[in-house]
């Protein structure tokens, strides 16, 4: 949520010994809302918005050599800039505490936000995959990451924003969001910075842990932390997939988490529960990838995403020959919820974002991933398969709540910031979900012509005026140059000049 600007610079400054970066480099915060360096060739003139090498709280050669060859490879000088701005952006400013002797890396997200969250960490790094095992100290920062995130998942997994670990010497930040916010199971707010449960933040957690032993075959990664961890996984699934009553008409409450009463955020019906829910075999969650609360418990492409990950948990565990009773119960989950979404959540071909187990449905997305639009990108099911067509549809209509058109930006935005105000984080999943050559290239215009000439991913756009929210979002960043790196592959015809794929390190 948000935070005084001070405490972040505080803990900027704090950090930068850890990192290697000097005390007088600029906080990117200000820096992001001004053109810096000359700007491109394109006609949208974007600016070189990366900070100074010595400024950068981590680099990598992997990552500029792939930097140099998109710069080389990409025809618009546009995209060329906003892929040289935003594939180096987590690596240039997020990495806020690194120690490879003690195995832990604290990552924080953007502006105003100096907390790790599992969530926007996993998509921060998910672009990096493919070079882990060229550059070891890369790997060596994501193992860090997983060991950190395994702590705080492994003491509470309900929550979802974690404070620096105490090895750092950061001081915890104040969140004023959490103020007056009563969680249950209660939580210490040293290490906590936000409890709200999201059961994708979960999914973070796992799809990093996978990403990173495709990568590299290593198994280190999986210590005590780890398997503690996602013993707490498993536990969190089972609680959160119960009904709100049970045959005898006890109310089940595992978690509960309400504002109100002169707090920030806002009060949750039902003691801080939610509305009820009834047994289907999906994972209920409290608030959704946004951080706003949901309508109903059961979010479809969150347990889409849940389904996808827990069959990639088995995949580790049965090809290191770890945990069999875990993978086991891995892939039997998964099955449940598979099947839970094809059976309950699709109506006329058209997904819900949201159902209860009552037969109340919510049709709308948000562009937070895992939303509906990134079901492809989730790996949960092809994007030429005839409901996700249907539902794409739907969604970039009218008949989707949260999509609104401008004159220059048309989009799905969410609650989080309002109604007119759609997120480019969308269109990414379109790109995503589309092998149509025009409307990858509507999309991908559409992003490039609204960063407010910053040349940076925002998270969201006016759709009357073309103003922003978030100067600085480093997952936003993160997802685009993953996209384009999709398409350099996918599409190389539509965005390089030779028209022949491209692969970072091959």
């Not at 999914?203 to 961890?229: E, H, I, P, V």
């Not at 045959?247 to 955020?265: K, M, P």
């Not at 099955?335 to 209860?356: C, G, H, M, P, Q």
Request: hydrophobic share 40%; aromatic share 12%.
């Amino acid at each position: 949520m948000k935070l005084g600007f001070s405490s972040f610079v505080a803990a900027a400054v704090a950090a930068s010994a850890a990192v290697g970066v000097v005390a007088d480099c600029p906080d990117y915060t200000s820096f992001s809302q001004k053109p810096q360096g000359n700007p491109s060739s394109g006609p949208h003139a974007l600016p070189y918005m990366r900070p100074a090498p010595e400024c950068r709280t981590f680099n990598s050669t992997a990552v500029e050599k792939v930097i140099t060859d998109m710069k080389a490879r990409l025809k618009d000088p546009d995209l060329a800039r906003l892929f040289e701005n935003t594939f180096p952006n987590t690596l240039d400013t997020t990495v806020k505490y690194f120690n490879a002797t003690e195995n832990l890396a604290f990552i924080i997200t953007g502006v105003c936000r100096s907390a790790q969250w599992l969530r926007d960490t996993a998509n921060q790094f998910a672009h990096y995959h493919t070079l882990l095992a060229q550059d070891k100290e890369l790997a060596t920062l994501v193992k860090a990451v997983i060991n950190n995130e395994a702590r705080y998942v492994s003491e509470y997994p309900y929550c979802g924003a974690f404070q620096p670990p105490p090895e750092s010497g950061l001081a915890p930040s104040h969140n004023d969001w959490a103020d007056g916010v009563t969680v249950n199971p209660p939580v210490n707010n040293q290490t906590v910075f936000e409890c709200k449960y999201e059961i994708d933040s979960l999914c973070g957690f796992l799809k990093l842990s996978r990403s990173y032993y495709q990568a590299t075959k290593d198994t280190s990664f999986m210590n005590d932390n780890w398997f503690t961890a996602i013993d707490q996984v498993f536990r969190v699934m089972w609680e959160q997939s119960q009904s709100t009553f049970d045959e005898n008409f006890n109310f089940i409450s595992y978690y509960n988490w309400t504002g109100g009463n002169g707090a920030l955020s806002p009060a949750v019906p039902n003691e801080g529960n939610g509305e009820p829910k009834a047994y289907t075999g999906l994972v209920g969650t409290h608030h959704r990838p946004s951080d706003d609360l949901s309508t109903f418990a059961f979010l479809t492409p969150a347990n889409a995403m849940l389904s996808v990950e827990l069959t990639h948990l088995a995949e580790v565990l049965d090809a290191t020959k770890q945990a069999q009773n875990v993978s086991k119960l891995a892939k039997q989950y998964s099955k449940t919820i598979t099947n839970a979404i094809w059976d309950t959540t699709l109506v006329s071909n058209i997904f819900a974002y949201e159902t209860n187990g009552f037969g109340g449905r919510y049709v709308m997305d948000d562009a937070n991933v895992p939303s509906l639009l990134s079901l492809p990108y989730l790996g949960f099911l092809d994007k030429t398969h005839p409901a996700y067509v249907a539902t794409k549809n739907l969604l970039m209509s009218r008949k989707n709540p949260y999509y609104a058109a401008g004159k220059n930006f048309s989009a799905v935005g969410g609650p989080h910031a309002n109604v007119y105000h759609p997120w480019p984080m969308s269109l990414i999943s379109v790109i995503y979900g589309t092998d149509n050559d025009k409307e990858i290239m509507d999309a991908l215009d559409m992003i490039a012509s609204n960063t407010a000439g910053l040349g940076l991913i925002h998270e969201s756009i006016n759709i009357y005026d073309g103003t922003y929210t978030r100067p600085w979002f480093a997952w936003a960043n993160s997802y685009f140059a993953e996209m384009l790196l999709d398409l350099a592959q996918r599409k190389p015809h539509l965005i390089l000049k030779t028209g022949k794929p491209y692969v970072p390190g091959q």
